[in-house]
């Protein structure tokens, strides 16, 4: 079965660092979704982007938070300086632009930030 | 705007019992509704959809929903819990744009 890929799986870093975070999306899925989850809010759209251009990045803390899609195959997400409040668990997801079709997680990358 | 409300945040049940997991949701167009299920330490997996057609829905391991446009639901169904069923299970309604407007999702515990 074609799975999303995300790495780092676990990060631990200090605050004021640099984290970036890799997604690989399924081969032939034009959109491909960011999402925070943590304990008190649950899960949060950061952004997603559609044939690698981005169309919502509203979810996103524009000051420390960036997301790319350099090319169809990678898609990064990275937050410059780290605050120990960014730390969550992220996840990438993959799908079809059409509102019927699924959305494919990945397993996620587990962010603490000391 | 759409939304989705998931009643409980946590549900226990015994091994063997009715599984039932609400989910109500608000659209202003015919909606296209997901149950996602998410085992610890795991991304998201799909468990059932509903786009149009039949308004049972049958989806892996034994789970299946019912769309009721009347009431705005799309409860989540099993007939009997297993042990391996204990997780959290998230209702999903997609937007225009194609992405998903998910619930708070629901802890599942089964009881021995």
């Known amino acids: 079965d074609a799975r999303v890929t995300q790495t780092p799986r676990h990060k631990v870093t200090e605050m004021g660092q640099e984290v970036t975070m890799r997604c690989q999306p399924i081969l032939g899925h034009n959109t491909v979704f960011w999402y925070r989850q943590t304990m008190m809010q649950g899960l949060e759209l950061l952004a997603y982007f559609r044939n690698r251009a981005p169309l919502d990045d509203s979810g996103m803390p524009k000051d420390r938070f960036s997301a790319e899609m350099p090319d169809a195959t990678l898609a990064t997400l990275k937050i410059q300086p780290s605050e120990p409040r960014d730390s969550a668990v992220y996840f990438c997801?993959?799908?079809?632009?059409?509102?019927?079709?699924?959305?494919?997680f990945g397993d996620g990358t587990r962010l603490s930030i000391l | 705007a759409q939304s989705v409300t998931q009643l409980g945040s946590h549900v226990s049940v015994s091994e063997g019992a009715l599984v039932l997991l609400r989910c109500n949701y608000s659209?202003?167009?015919?909606?296209?509704l997901f149950w996602y299920v998410q085992y610890p330490n795991q991304g998201l997996q799909l468990l059932l959809k509903y786009t149009t057609g039949a308004t049972l829905v049958k989806g892996i391991n034994g789970f299946e929903a019912e769309f009721k446009k009347s009431e705005t639901s799309f409860h989540l169904t099993k007939p009997s819990a297993h042990m391996s069923d204990a997780a959290e299970y998230f209702c999903?309604?997609?937007?225009?744009?194609?992405?998903?407007?998910f619930g708070k999702g629901t802890k599942l515990s089964v009881k021995p």
């Open positions: 997801a993959s799908g079809l632009s059409t509102g019927n079709q699924p959305q494919h």
């Open positions: 659209s202003s167009v015919p909606p296209y």
């Open positions: 999903a309604v997609t937007q225009s744009q194609g992405n998903l407007i």
